[in-house]
């Protein structure tokens, strides 16, 4: 007696668009990298707020903030910092993360016209 052998009626190409295509993977990155750099400048303004008499808290350095916002995540900084009113007194948040978010949007530009634009 033979095993039977299980095949699928139909296929999905749905996955296989979504790795398959880097523009795809770029857009989840982005997503993903703005929703935790929101999330982290949160939590750092909750752990400011929650400073105890004599206890140190541990917060989230400021480097690991900007490098999320260099590795993608300027606008959940940004949004981080007007949701959260975290970080808007640095002159250095204040202007470093807008500037981040130029240069980003400057580098998409122009890998669009190089390579991309007819």
């Known amino acids: 007696m033979e095993k039977a052998l299980y095949l699928p009626t139909e296929q999905s190409t749905t996955l296989f668009a979504v790795i398959g295509n880097p523009w795809a993977l770029l857009g989840i990155w ?3 990298i703005n929703l935790v750099t929101f999330l982290v400048f949160g ?6 707020r929650r400073k105890v008499r004599n206890e140190a808290v541990r917060r989230v350095p400021e480097k690991t903030l900007f490098l999320l916002s260099i590795l993608g995540g300027s606008i959940g900084a940004l949004l981080g910092m007007r949701v959260f009113h975290h970080k808007t007194r640095h002159w ?3 202007f470093g993360i807008p500037a981040i ?6 580098l ?11």
């Open 30 to 32: 982005l997503v993903l």
């Open 101 to 106: 978010l130029l240069c980003q949007l400057a």
């Open 108 to 118: 998409g530009v122009y890998v669009y016209v190089r390579f991309f634009a007819a």
């Open 43 to 48: 939590l750092d303004k909750w752990k400011a």
């Open 92 to 94: 250095y948040f204040k």
